[in-house]
């Protein structure tokens, strides 16, 4: 049996993780796979972590020399961003050698520049791990559910919001004591934006998007918005009408486009996606013949990001073992419009906060009324300091129709801070 | 671009919707998977469906006719059973056709000749309908998640079992108007035995197990219990105690062997599959990297398994078409003792109706003191009836021990009625 051999560059945590598994179960996937995986060649900004892991021999200060050694057959890049990364990916491919990524910033930006160079050239590009750590998803998507339309793909896919947002409803933690602690617990980077903000979210929604749909959708595509304004208040109004609050990154078929999106959303307690808690990540996907499923596991950590790098890497080896012919994939490849956020449809929660006195009902209805927005529900309650607030949920209604109510409202006057938006996603409302 | 030849023996429910999602859907697998599928023969007992379906032209009412067909380069077996659906497999292979089964029985009864006569003529037998309906599990076991050494698979498989506990424990049906209920909804079969005996979960936990542990276990070696001693009464105890009831198809890799069984079982509430609820099926998946994972959706209905039927079709039409070499799979088969019910150590709830006089609390305490039998909870209440009921928890113990205290609880002649045992699954506990 010939030998697979693997190049990796990039030796943090997750490059650590992989690098374990590899010493750990090299019988193993000798006797159950059938490959004889060999790591020749690793690259990494410091030597400590090679080191560390007593591959000091194979260590190389620079990538390119991972993907110029002519003995890998298979690089698996795991620097992250689409700057260095970009370069070392095309070179790969450019090398003749298949890859195995991470890395969603690239494969949300330039995944397509990536797939098609990989498809001209008869290599693999394998990007399992680059959305929802360990969890099989894009796996399924690409196999096991390819007789479906897929219609909607709903994921929980940053597990950092997702354990704030839990720890906010649980203990009622508001926002800055709850990214204090994800941050004590190392969930959550020094710099929290691209967590907290959902650009990781939206990155990962590209890239899912674009496998279900067989489409190409980039992460500056998708309209974002991020957890900063949740507070505890919202959780609290959210939990007595029977939802949850959830950074949702969504993309439905419709038929004028891609639905495509990532904010707090509502979402029913008896969704299967509400009882998804903490740091664990999971993704629904509803198609046409399979009805809903769902995805579900932790998708962070060195295990979990280490375990999809290897599942695509044993995936690759085994074609190369077997002699396998690269087979073209996404080649259905089709391009949908986005569907603009004005013409979004959907029911509304609304938090408004107002001047304590009479007529503020009276006025905000009034205006939601003029734009053609129905209410299914409203709560007031007063606080001590003169100021009340309002919450209101709408029936569905266009998106464009609740800003300009949000901004008719604000003229009004009665506003005594900045309303809180966020949408419902429930197929009974 | 070649066509691919499908041949299907069997046109029930899952049948009609193979070929329903074949006529829709013909168009989008040409330009999004690149195969070109065309259903050139079936056959049923009864011509009706066929003419439903407008696929007269292409029937026979013998399953040889499809399979002697020399078009043919893929037979779908949907009769079900171990019987003729047996010889309709062992046929095709012989007559060099790939095979996509949904026949759990066959799979989990005679599934390693089946594979080992498909290895040897280089063919493919695909089988994800088999297990979980729709759900991708198995593709997610041989591709996604390979990296790992997997070390428990626990799974709610049943959908009918699953429906009427559901039902019991929200709305304190006793058993039979739970079955009554679910026959009435076709969830349950008149006779409802495969499933409420647990035979339907331990066919399925055998093909499961066989393929997560890479051994060959087969059902008959399952010890099962079923439903039917289950009481609402159960359900109240164990939602008071922080759990829920389900009927739980597990397998966990031990030092002494492999631990597989299909019984009731209380899981704590915050564990994944306790909000799996109806008809719904998930299996939770437990590797040495990934850690916990689970996999949702709906474990039976047409749509759900032709979804998984199509899916392995296509991806076999996709090796036809892009000549791919058949890869070896199992090769690492390896024999695991099933370790013995007696020597199982879990934690236990045990429920005994008992006389209402002094003495019965004492007199069951001393004799699991004497088994060595530890005591985590008890709970005694009185009826109305002269009668009482003691519902203990255990601490870990051996079920040899457990089964010894009931013996001799029995002996002491204070039960007035059969005890109920049900193991919790607790990592906790």
Do not use: W
């Not at 598994?21 to 193993?28: P, V």
């Not at 590209?206 to 992460?219: D, E, G, H, Q, W």
């Not at 495509?260 to 299967?272: A, F, Q």
Request: with cysteine; glycine share 10%; proline share 4%.
């Amino acid at each position: 049996m010939r030998t697979v051999n693997v190049g990796l560059i990039g030796l943090g945590t997750v490059g650590a993780g992989v690098v374990r598994i590899l010493q750990e179960h090299h019988e193993d996937f000798l006797r159950n796979q059938g490959v004889d995986l060999r790591l020749v060649a690793c690259a990494s900004r410091e030597a400590q972590q090679a080191e560390d892991l007593g591959i000091s021999d194979i260590f190389s200060f620079d990538g390119f020399d991972v993907i110029n050694n002519p003995d890998v057959d298979v690089v698996i890049e795991l620097v992250g961003g689409t700057t260095i990364a970009k370069e070392f990916v095309l070179a790969a491919l450019k090398a003749g050698k298949h890859v195995v990524t991470a890395n969603k910033a690239l494969m949300a930006t330039d995944g397509r520049e990536v797939l098609e160079l990989a498809q001209k050239n008869g290599l693999e590009v394998a990007l399992e791990a680059s959305v929802g750590g360990g969890i099989p998803i894009i796996g399924p998507l690409t196999h096991s559910l390819t007789a479906n339309r897929i219609d909607s793909v709903m994921g929980i896919v940053n597990g950092t919001t997702n354990y704030m947002l839990t720890r906010m409803s649980e203990d009622s933690l508001d926002y800055a004591t709850a990214l204090a602690e994800a941050q004590a617990k190392g969930f959550a980077e020094a710099n929290p934006s691209a967590d907290v903000d959902g650009f990781d979210a939206a990155a990962k929604i590209a890239i899912l998007a674009s496998i279900a749909f067989n489409t190409s959708v980039t992460m500056d595509q998708v309209p974002t918005e991020g957890i900063t304004g949740i507070s505890p208040v919202d959780l609290d109004y959210a939990r007595e009408m029977g939802y949850c609050i959830k950074l949702l990154a969504l993309a439905h078929r419709t038929p004028e486009g891609l639905d495509i999106r990532v904010h707090p959303t509502m979402l029913p307690l008896s969704h299967p996606l509400a009882s998804v808690n903490g740091v664990f990540n999971a993704i629904y996907v509803v198609g046409d013949a399979v009805g809903e499923t769902m995805f579900f596991g932790q998708g962070a950590g060195a295990g979990a990001a280490a375990s999809a790098v290897v599942g695509d890497l044993i995936e690759i080896a085994r074609h190369l073992t077997y002699e396998q012919k690269p087979m073209p994939s996404h080649n259905g490849h089709q391009p949908m419009p986005i569907k603009p956020m004005d013409d979004l449809v959907t029911s509304y929660y609304l938090r408004l906060p107002v001047e304590d006195r009479a007529g503020v009902l009276a006025t905000s209805a009034a205006v939601f009324a003029q734009n053609g927005v129905s209410i299914f529900s409203v709560v007031q309650r007063g606080a001590h300091d003169q100021t009340a607030e309002l919450a209101y949920v709408t029936h569905s209604a266009r998106e464009e129709a609740v800003r300009a109510s949000l901004k008719g409202i604000a003229e009004t006057g009665i506003l005594t801070g900045e309303p809180v938006l966020i949408r419902v996603e429930d197929s009974e409302a």
